[in-house]
């Protein structure tokens, strides 16, 4: 009777650790990455920071990820020219800083 308890308990710990072990791992691979690009044009003054996304990393297309004062993130095409000029604002912001 003795032996089926310590079975028991060393399956219940086992069990607290593999999905320990299962939550950290998904927690740290888990990534969200843009698939398409907004329709959108944002104004600056509504963008608090960004990012960029490249295509070699783990992500299928290049975008940057802007950060707005309403905390979304809105995934734009790095190649239109509201993009590139977003994206100097907020950089000559954060160099006035």
Known sequence: MMDSGKNLLLAALMS???????????????FDCCLRYTE???HPRFIVGFTQQLSN???????????TKKKFAVCADPK???????????????KKM
């Open 80 to 94: 239109k020219n509201w993009v590139k000029q977003a994206v100097h604002i907020l950089s000559q912001r954060v």
């Open 16 to 30: 607290v650790l593999l999905l320990h072990l299962c939550s950290k791992s998904e927690a740290a691979s888990s």
């Open 40 to 42: 959108r044009i944002l």
């Open 57 to 67: 990393e783990a992500c299928d297309i290049n975008a940057i990820i802007f950060y």
